[in-house]
């Protein structure tokens, strides 16, 4: 306690990450208000508050433990963890608050997590809210410390206690007149990167976080496999270590089942890899919920057992000739492309209200611009942040997860295109059909978030729209008049005629994606029909 009240407490010197300007009490536990409530909070002040915060602690002798987790999420100890400690922050365009204002929410926020709520039966928890000035990004906030011991020596539960205080700082927001954080109390928020991992980039010059990278490569590499043993195979071939959980126990064939999965960058030499979950890369890339969308057949289930066995003892793949290594024939191309335009027209009448099914046209749209992200952009680009952002409309609780329903249109397919670009590709007039289509399936998951009533996420998708897409589409462009690619090539002709017969006309020279991607203000009753080579045609 004393070591974080001395973190709080110190002024922001030159090259810190963040901003520790004029911190100062402004509400907190009575007995240590009223010694501290007019005290400047300088070192030795804040030693002092850290003690009193902590007294119950030592006067009771009680001890507060977490367990400790290794990489692969099993227990291997317990640690001390009576101190809890959360920062509520405002958004950068809002005005900042009064320290009156802010003591008003502090108080109210920490008696409703249960900490010291004047009205339950329970003893308090010593507490206190420190006020910094404006954080380098521009965020107004407060950060809120609390003994997790009891003045009668008893815990404070913290049992869901990150579900609550999202729960409660929706609530607050709505009272206070502050900005409300929509994708919040949707359960589309994505998973957040703690400072240790941007100080860990910083140090290694890179322009993203690792569990950034790592998560869009697991998501286009998943959008672009038919099945389980495919998608560990592309994470090999995207030159990641790769490593699988078992079950605790054996199943019925005497093996135990494969249920999770760990995925790290390669580490510089003489350095340790970090491992990642892919549950805590994002929400949709545990491995449960990417099995939804994979066949489950007893020949694919152990096909993926030795894959994963394979990576585990960092072994070459079991399969050599697999789909991952093999150039998408022109009728693939014309199939695929077709598929995404069926997908949009379908989703014309889908309710803005079925978040089950959007989350999944998110997932895949987000894994085939991953997946071209990954074959195309020596550095995060346009690309990557299309992917990034369509990634966040991806998210869902636990208990909207369903599988992708049968015979439903896919982006999935595009995400094999895609994939296969730096395999030899067709030219940017096929990748420009595709890319139309693709924009076309991102303005309806925008006209969703409009129509739920999700305004943040949608004037984020719309700003992909207007500006990523496009610096998309003028680079594709200007790269096909620079390197003249032949429009002569077969496959690309191919798709350049589906995309015509499907009425969706590509402009050329020039961007492929439409200036104005506004909904046109009448449909056509009817879509033309177009030849769907059939599956045999298209992967052969």
Known sequence: MSGLMSYLAREDREGAREVHTNPHLVAGHSAVMAWHMDTVLEPKAALQIGWELDQPR??????????????????????????????????PEEPKVSDEHWAAISEEFVARMGFSDPDSADAPCRWAAVHHGVSKGGNDHVHIVVGLVREDGTKAT?????????????????????????????????????????????????????????????????ASSADEAEFVRRLRWARLKVRPRYAASAGADGQAAVVGYSVALRAPKGS?????????????????????????????AAAARAEW?????????????GRERRRPSPAAWARYTTEVTALREQLRSVPAGDRALWAHV??????????WSARVEQTPGP?????????????????????????????????????SIAHGGTGTVAEAALLRQL???????????????????????????????VTIGRAMATRDATQATPVADAQAVEAVRVARQGQLPLRTPGSPVAANLDRPQTRPRERPGVRLPDKSEAER
């Open 309 to 321: 066995q394979s990576a585990k003892r960092n072994q070459a793949p079991v399969a050599t000739d």
């Open 58 to 91: 030592r006067a009771f002798g009680t001890r507060v433990t977490t367990a400790v987790k290794d990489q692969e999420g099993h227990n291997v100890g317990v640690k001390d963890a009576h101190v809890w400690h959360c920062s509520l922050s405002l958004h």
């Open 362 to 371: 998110a997932r895949e749209t987000s894994g085939a611009f991953a997946a």
């Open 272 to 300: 340790a890899p970090l491992w990642y979950g892919g549950g805590r890369l994002a929400r949709d890339l545990t491995l449960p919920r990417l099995r939804a969308d994979w066949p489950d057949t007893p020949e694919q």
């Open 383 to 419: 690309l990557a942040e299309t992917a990034d952002i369509l990634a966040r409309s991806a998210q869902q609780r636990a208990h909207e997860v369903r599988p992708r329903r049968a015979g439903q249109p896919s982006a999935r397919g595009a995400a094999l295109l895609l994939s």
């Open 158 to 222: 913290v049992w869901n206690d990150r579900p609550r205080a999202q729960q409660i700082a929706g609530e607050l927001e709505r009272k206070y007149g502050l900005r409300v954080v929509e994708t919040r109390e949707a359960g589309l928020t994505a998973r957040g990167e703690k400072p240790a991992e941007r100080e860990q980039a910083e140090r290694r010059g890179a322009p993203e976080t690792a569990s950034a990278q790592l998560a869009r490569t697991v998501r286009g590499c998943a």
């Open 439 to 469: 924009a076309k399936t991102v303005e309806a998951l925008r006209d969703a978030h409009v129509a739920a009533g999700d305004a943040q996420r949608a004037a984020q998708v719309a700003a992909v729209l207007e500006d990523q897409l």
